[in-house]
Nanobody
Framework: QVQLVESGGGLVQAGNSLRLSCAAS????????MGWFRQAPGKEHEFVAH????????YYADSVKGRFTISRDNAKNTMSLQMNSLKPDDTAVYYC????????????????WGQGTQVTVSS
């Protein structure tokens, strides 16, 4: 089992930045790819970003490409999402998730999830 805990959410004005973190514990010796998803009220989980187990490959949703940066530090068992130029449409609960394999944009292929952290962007 792997436990994931997000932090760093909050309320910011449009155009500003936030950095989300995800701390992993438990069976972190497993080879796990990781990702960020978000869920706005009344909507389904939306893929945001993905990073391979070694940090060598990253992939972003078109809606955040160029504004968000995903990274990980395996020595510290942490993953981060740097969010710049935030927009009101980025308002959602953000979840970190971990997977062994599978289509990276499909939330059903992720095996472990954090509890989520709220990000609210005001206009």
């Amino acid at each position: 089992q792997v436990q994931l805990v997000e932090s760093g959410g909050g309320l910011v004005q449009a155009g500003n930045s936030l950095r989300l973190s995800c701390a992993a514990s438990g069976r972190t010796d497993s080879v796990l790819h990781m990702g960020w998803f978000r869920q706005a009220p009344g909507k389904e989980h939306e893929f945001v970003a993905h990073i391979s187990w070694d940090g060598g490959k990253t992939y972003y949703a078109d809606s955040v490409k160029g504004r968000f940066t995903i990274s990980r530090d395996n020595a510290k068992n942490t993953m981060s999402l740097q969010m710049n130029s935030l927009k009101p449409d980025d308002t959602a609960v953000y979840y970190c998730a971990a997977q062994y394999s599978g289509p990276i944009t499909n939330p059903n292929t992720y095996d472990y999830w954090g509890q989520g952290t709220q990000v609210t962007v005001s206009s």
